[in-house]
């Protein structure tokens, strides 16, 4: 998302790029002014026929959680992989840990991640979760615990599953937030 790495901005809305079924066409000469394609379908998100509902969702608690956390106004994120062959991205803000991973068809079973901050790390918000229309890989119960193990330049780390094509973020639950 782009509110994650980007600085203060949040380029999102419903429908989002890769989730409108139709193009987005603002009047120009190309198409005779016309407002047709100039619109949001913002009626998709309660359709229960569509998927929609679920980016709806998925949306409704990503910024719930930027309420709560703050990363918006919170200094850039750090991040401690970007690795090409596994399309793993993590990074840490405003206390949080996020990992993504793009890998259309490989999950990670004990994925090593770095952090600044050591503890007890829960996941708060989960891709693949069922309310977002996911498979529901993940048991939200599990804890996940640094050791004093650097790693990608961070000084602790931890092991973590992380499934294919899924974004997860983690609390450490020992500050308070």
Not at 8 to 24: A, C, M, Q, R, S
Not at 157 to 165: A, E, F, G, K, T
Request: glycine letters at 6%; hydrophobic letters at 35%.
């Amino acid at each position: 998302s782009s509110d994650l790495l980007g600085g203060e901005g949040y380029l999102n809305f419903i429908g989002n790029e890769f989730g409108h079924p139709e193009w987005l066409d603002f009047p120009r000469k190309g198409n005779n002014e016309s407002y047709h394609y100039a619109r949001r379908q913002f009626h998709l998100a309660t359709d229960e026929c569509l998927r929609y509902r679920f980016l709806y969702y998925f949306d409704r608690d990503m910024n719930k959680l930027e309420e709560r956390f703050g990363w918006l106004a919170a200094p850039p994120a750090f991040v401690s992989t970007k690795h090409e062959g596994d399309k793993i991205i993590a990074f840490e803000r405003a206390n949080l840990l996020f990992i993504f991973n793009f890998n259309s068809s490989k999950s990670f079973p004990e994925y090593r991640v770095g952090t600044e901050l050591s503890g007890k790390y829960q996941i708060v918000l989960d891709s693949d979760a069922a309310e977002y229309g996911g498979h529901q890989r993940l048991d939200h119960n599990t804890e996940f615990f640094t050791e004093p193990r650097p790693f990608n330049d961070r000084p602790n780390s931890l092991l973590i599953y992380i499934p294919s094509r899924v974004a997860i973020v983690l609390q450490n639950t020992d500050l308070q937030n």
